[in-house]
């Protein structure tokens, strides 16, 4: 079984500058005990030092607008103890800035191209924690010039501190 994937160093505009991150580009059909075999082999990536994978799959959801693209995606960083997070804005929002490069690109023969795209990321299901984040990405002439990721929160516990 092959699976194609890309390291990239996000938050920044410079090569091995920013946070590493290798994004496996189609995840379908990986096990939970595959993807976290990948995440914890970081001689895979030598060369950038990525020490978390982000994997996802495109999904097809009857809730999503028909402009949107959807994702089921997991985030592994065993490296950094943490072997499996329900919700990753940062790898998020560099996945769909990838995507969306990936995807302008393709159309960069044309002219003054713009593309816009609006992204539904579903993540944390199967670890029980479900979680949804929901992004946009804009690009101009194969370059990504915005990356939005946000999502809901819910109040959970309150108290007070006495220091």
């Known amino acids: 079984m092959k699976r ?9 505009d ?10 496996v580009l189609d995840a379908e059909g990986l096990s939970t005990i595959q993807m976290q075999a ?6 895979l990536f030598p060369l950038d030092g990525a020490d978390a994978i982000f994997a996802y799959w495109r999904a097809h959801d009857a809730s999503a607008a ?5 994702l089921h995606a997991r985030t592994f960083s065993p490296l950094d103890g943490i072997v499996e997070d329900p919700a990753t804005g940062s790898a998020c929002a560099a ?7 990936l995807q302008s690109g ?26 949804l984040l929901l992004g946009r990405t804009a690009a101009r002439d194969g370059a990504v010039t915005a990356t939005h990721i946000g ?4 109040a959970v516990l309150e108290g007070t501190l006495v220091l």
């Open 4 to 12: 194609r994937y890309v390291t990239t160093d996000v938050f920044t």
């Open 14 to 23: 410079r090569m091995f500058g920013g946070n590493p991150l290798a994004v």
């Open 38 to 43: 990948v995440a914890a082999h970081a001689e």
């Open 66 to 70: 028909s402009d949107e693209v959807v």
């Open 95 to 101: 996945a769909i800035a990838l995507l969306a490069t």
């Open 106 to 131: 393709d159309r960069a023969d044309q002219a003054d191209e713009r593309a816009e795209f609006a992204w539904r990321i579903h993540q944390g299901v199967d670890m029980g924690r479900p979680s």
């Open 151 to 154: 999502g809901r929160c819910v």
